[in-house]
């Protein structure tokens, strides 16, 4: 040592590997090239209450229609505690039931309708009974598409009568 630097305490170096602390945590004042963790959404944006599976009530609730009544048993199943999920999980089930019931109806009547208009030569019949079925299937589809929205904003949208089972199947 010098005699200049008796007494003196060593500088410390300065610099970027200086900054960081050990542990992992980031420096105080958030430095540059330290991400800070993102915040977490509402965790119940719509305060539909906690669900059982984990995820947010609306989006169960959306997700049950999907597949109409597949997703729906699955969810009703699955979830046992929040009452707008299960009422949407069995909407779901009810309606998509609804349909197939009333598809399986309309081809046992468009079967015979077809065949006959087969054998007098006439077509008028068919094309009612097809504009029937495509109407339906229309009115169907707009349903599935509203509950579907309905339920990822958080509405509780009950079709008429169907909703009305829904409700009391659910439970609620």
């Known amino acids: 040592m010098s005699d200049n630097m008796e007494g003196q305490q060593p500088e410390e170096p300065s610099g970027p590997a200086q900054q960081q602390?050990?542990?992992?945590?980031?420096p105080p004042g958030g430095q540059p090239g330290w991400s800070q963790p993102p915040s977490a959404p509402p965790a119940d944006p719509h305060g539909l209450g906690p669900t059982s599976?984990?995820?947010a009530a609306h989006v169960a609730g959306a997700l049950s229609y999907v597949l109409g009544w597949l997703t729906g048993?699955?969810?009703f199943l699955c979830e046992k505690q929040n009452r707008f999920v299960r009422f949407h999980a069995m909407q779901s089930?009810?309606?998509s039931g609804a349909?197939?019931?009333l598809w399986i109806v309309l081809q046992v009547i468009l079967v015979p309708v077809l065949f006959s208009a087969a054998a007098s030569g006439g077509a008028g019949g068919v094309s009612v009974?097809?504009?029937i079925v495509w109407i339906l299937s229309l009115a169907y589809f707009a349903g599935w598409l509203i509950c579907i929205i309905m339920a990822a904003t958080g509405k509780w949208f009950k079709i008429?009568?169907?909703g009305d089972l829904a409700m009391?199947?659910?439970g609620n």
């Open 21 to 26: 602390p050990s542990g992992g945590a980031p």
């Open 53 to 55: 599976m984990g995820m």
């Open 73 to 75: 048993l699955i969810f």
């Open 93 to 95: 089930i009810v309606l």
């Open 99 to 101: 349909w197939f019931v």
């Open 129 to 131: 009974v097809m504009c």
């Open 160 to 162: 008429p009568f169907i």
């Open 168 to 170: 009391k199947w659910s």
